[in-house]
């Protein structure tokens, strides 16, 4: 599975993106997949995280309310709504597939990533 992300950007505060995290090769339909994000010198943090079906999703509570996370089997694709955004949002977003068929948030469970996309939000 590969994976690939994109939608990032510079935006300021208050402002929305939408992030987007596709699949190629062998698909990730019946794959969890999640969302975590990374500042330089920092640990990788879980943002969120969606069953294979779409039909659980977990959320840190830093974004709760804020984000949204969806998928569109069909198209191979997760998304990441992400509104309201904040300074301290500003980090590299990666997507991951889960090894099993639901979103966890423990970065081991995830056995596949994508090569992240850059969030930068002024305030």
């Known amino acids: 599975v590969q994976l690939q992300a994109s939608g990032g950007g510079l935006v300021q505060a208050g402002d929305s993106l939408r992030l987007s995290c596709v699949s190629s090769?062998?698909?990730?339909?019946?794959?969890?997949v999640g969302w975590f994000r990374q500042v330089p010198g920092k640990e990788r943090e879980f943002v969120s995280a969606?069953?294979?079906?779409?039909?659980?999703?977990l959320y840190a509570d830093s974004v709760k309310g804020r984000f949204t996370i969806s998928r569109d089997r069909a198209k191979n694709t997760v998304y990441l709504q992400m509104n309201s955004l904040k300074a301290e949002d500003t980090a590299i977003y990666y997507c991951?597939?889960?090894?099993?068929?639901?979103?966890?948030?423990?970065?081991?469970?995830?056995?596949?990533w994508g090569q992240g996309t850059q969030v930068t939000v002024s305030s």
């Open positions: 969606i069953s294979w079906n779409g039909g659980s999703t």
């Open positions: 090769g062998r698909t990730f339909s019946n794959n969890g």
């Open positions: 991951a597939a889960n090894r099993g068929s639901w979103g966890s948030r423990g970065a081991s469970e995830y056995a596949y």
